[in-house]
């Protein structure tokens, strides 16, 4: 048999049936937009950006407000430092730096120790991130310490680590019932979540990078949890759970972190994922006032309505939320 055979007989065996998107994808809008007139090339684009698919064919904001265009807007206009290098060169950076060192020691997050000679100190790095008002304009230029945690060693300074995280059905399960029985939907985060444990280990920390100490001694013991350690996430749940427990709230058996509080026709419900909160309910005087027992147990910070959650865009119209990617999308594009 020849080559020209071969061809004949596969394209003879090739499948005719019209195939179509999977029924689980009927709720997201597919983007199928297409130039009038294709390009020349299939691969490059005449376009004079010379991006082969650019992305305002494929995105619409006309249904969206001008108020929400701008915040949109808002969250991709500052670029956030990647290393500690970069940070040092902007001033507004360095008071975030120092202002983060103020509060720790404050909080008591640790004391200046000789390291034991059995110990072995795990290194720390800093994060940056730019804090924005529900509007999209800057409140605050945030540098967080994060220790190392992937240095820790199981049995020596830490032993259990698991906490539960809201799964994105989850988001999208209670997001769909707030808004069909037309709730209340808001955002808030807790500053400095996980500093309100005392930690249990004994955990030694190099000092922080462009930080220096006169007192006697090299590392830092910690004396309650940090960013990154590996039992950060449990010990903060932990804390936060008893708080909602207290409060009259029970804990979902389906994702332990959804939390549902009943009491006659009042309804109350908060979706947990790390430090970042969602709360519907169905009475706003019974949202602000557990907003207050929030606030007065933690350091709580009220973002207002939903608009930005786990990278995931939230705009509300007149038939109901929009979400989109399309921020988390592009971050991860100019990344790669």
């Given amino acids: ?174 997001l769909t019932v707030a808004v069909a029985k037309e709730w209340q939907i808001h955002q808030m985060n807790v500053n400095n979540a996980f500093l309100h444990r005392d930690l249990d280990e004994e955990v030694y920390m190099e000092l922080p990078p462009g930080f220096s100490t006169s007192r006697n001694g090299n590392v830092c013991r910690l004396r309650k949890s940090l960013y990154g350690l590996r039992q950060a996430s449990r010990n903060w749940f932990s804390k936060f759970a008893d708080a909602l427990r207290q409060y009259g709230f029970i804990q979902s058996g389906a994702d332990h972190s959804l939390f549902t509080f009943t009491r006659g026709t009042i309804f109350l419900g908060v979706l947990v994922y790390v430090d970042d909160l969602i709360i519907v309910g169905n009475s706003r005087s019974h949202c602000d006032s557990f907003k207050g027992y929030l606030d007065k147990c933690f350091r709580i910070k009220d973002l207002g309505p939903l608009k930005y959650f786990l990278g995931i865009e939230v705009t509300k119209m007149d038939s109901g939320l ?11 594009l100019t990344e790669c």
Wanted: glycine share 4%; charged share 30%; hydrophobic share 35%.
């Fill in 1 to 174: 048999m020849d080559k020209k055979d071969i061809l004949s007989e596969v394209n003879l065996r090739r499948s005719k049936r019209v195939s179509s998107l999977p029924k689980h994808f009927k709720d997201f809008i597919v983007h199928t937009a297409r130039h009038k007139t294709p390009p020349p090339s299939s691969f490059i684009s005449t376009d004079s950006s010379g991006t082969s698919y650019p992305i305002e064919k494929f995105i619409d904001y006309s249904g969206i407000s001008d108020h929400h265009r701008a915040f949109l807007a808002a969250i991709d206009s500052d670029s956030e430092p990647t290393s500690y290098r970069e940070a040092v060169k902007d001033q507004r950076w360095r008071i975030a730096m120092a202002e983060e060192i103020r509060a720790l020691e404050l909080n008591k997050t640790w004391t200046i120790e000789q390291l034991p000679p059995s110990k072995r100190p795990i290194g720390c790095k800093w994060v940056y991130k730019v804090k924005r008002r529900a509007d999209g304009s800057i409140e605050r230029y945030k540098a967080r310490l994060v220790v190392k945690g992937f240095t820790q060693v199981e049995g020596v300074d830490y032993c259990e680590t698991f906490a539960p995280v809201a799964k994105l059905v989850t988001v999208r399960c209670l």
């Fill in 322 to 332: 929009f979400l989109s990617q399309r921020k988390y999308v592009l971050d991860i």
